[in-house]
């Protein structure tokens, strides 16, 4: 196991261009703990996401991942250690739900490779553990938001990352499938030792499935702490205003 967080973030900006979005973003994070960021609508979660995936360029600070800075690493790198999973819906030209799920091994194989028995075996556990085995034939497009989500992760786990970023991972769910993604994220990040940093606008679920709240308000990151310690008190009617 690594003596170092395995991402952490100081002094870290995240906008756009040279327009800040959200500064003062001070954390670490261990296997097998979920962060979950909350705030208002606008608030600059989706770009710290973005950011920390090193879709945009951090504007100021560091990020690290895995012991070294993220602006060192190159895309095939990151791409080894973290998998992204970001609320657009993915599209796709015929693509049957396995080779959606076989694209999570593109880091190791390239986007021209031929996925090796491994590869595949890797693939079917990972279709295994989000319950959607059974969907493996079926066209991505022709499948409920609720199995889209459920395929997408399992792409992510494909991957074998050590970090797993979340952008609104319950978004286009209902209640039910809500849970069932959150209650499986849950299980798979204490059983693989992944560390999960979400977003999740709907607060019993983050107060439900977070070790740790990343709070953000005005444009800063104005507090973090367990569940209990950041809704206890009137603190979460005074970020939400």
């Not at 395929?151 to 970023?165: G, T």
């Not at 560390?195 to 973090?224: P, T, W, Y």
Request: with cysteine; glycine share 8%; hydrophobic share 45%.
């Amino acid at each position: 196991m690594e003596d170092y967080p395995v991402l952490a973030a100081q002094s870290l900006a995240a906008g756009y261009g040279k327009t800040v979005i959200v500064d003062g973003l001070e954390f670490s994070m261990n296997r097998g703990e979920i962060l979950t960021l909350i705030g208002a609508n606008g608030a600059g979660k989706s770009t710290v996401l973005l950011s920390l995936a090193a879709q945009l360029p951090l504007l100021s600070g560091t990020a690290v991942l895995m012991g070294k800075s993220l602006i060192d690493l190159r895309e095939a790198e990151i791409a080894k250690q973290m998998a992204v999973l970001l609320t657009q819906r993915l599209r796709t030209e015929r693509m049957s739900c396995e080779e959606v799920v076989e694209t999570g091994r593109y880091p190791y194989t390239g986007r021209l490779g031929i996925l090796s028995a491994q590869d595949h075996k890797i693939v079917a556990e990972a279709m295994e553990l989000t319950g959607v085995t059974h969907l493996r034939a079926q066209d991505f497009r022709q499948i409920s938001d609720g199995q889209r989500q459920c395929v997408m992760l399992a792409r992510a786990i494909a991957q074998e990352p050590a970090v797993l970023l979340l952008d609104e991972p319950t978004s286009f769910l209902d209640i039910s499938h809500k849970l069932r993604l959150l209650t499986l994220l849950r299980e798979l990040v204490r059983d693989r030792q992944i560390a999960v940093v979400q977003s999740l606008h709907e607060l019993d679920l983050a107060q439900k499935f977070s070790d740790r709240l990343l709070c953000i308000k005005n444009g800063h990151a104005d507090r973090i702490g367990t569940p209990e310690e950041i809704f206890s008190g009137s603190y979460i009617e005074a970020l939400y205003s």
